[in-house]
C-alpha cells in the first residue's frame, strides 16, 4: 500500500486544495487492487481492480479511513 497526501493550495482542478494517491497494489502481478485520486482531470475517484467510479471527498481523515475500511472490506491481507 501507498498513501500519498500534498497540499497543493486551492485551484480549479483542486478546489479543497489536496491532491491525493492511495494505492494498494498486488506485490506479484502489480495488479492495482484498490485505489483513490483525483489527479486531474479526472477529479475524485476510487479503481476497484480496471473499474472506475466517483468518490465523494470530504476530509483527508475521512478519505484514509474510507481506503483501508474498503481494503478490510474486500479481504485484502498486507
Do not use: C, Q
Not at 34 to 40: I, W
Not at 54 to 65: K, M, N, Q, S
Amino acid at each position: 500500500a501507498e498513501l500519498k497526501v500534498w497540499d497543493v493550495g486551492t485551484s480549479a482542478h483542486y478546489p479543497d486544495g489536496i491532491e491525493y494517491s492511495l494505492f494498494l497494489v498486488d506485490p506479484e502481478t502489480g495488479d492495482v487492487l484498490l485505489g483513490m485520486s483525483n489527479h486531474k482531470p479526472k477529479g475524485p475517484h476510487l479503481h476497484v481492480g480496471k473499474r472506475e467510479e466517483p468518490y465523494a471527498f470530504t476530509t483527508v481523515d475521512d478519505l484514509i479511513d474510507d481506503f483501508w475500511r474498503r481494503v478490510a472490506e474486500k479481504g485484502y491481507v498486507l
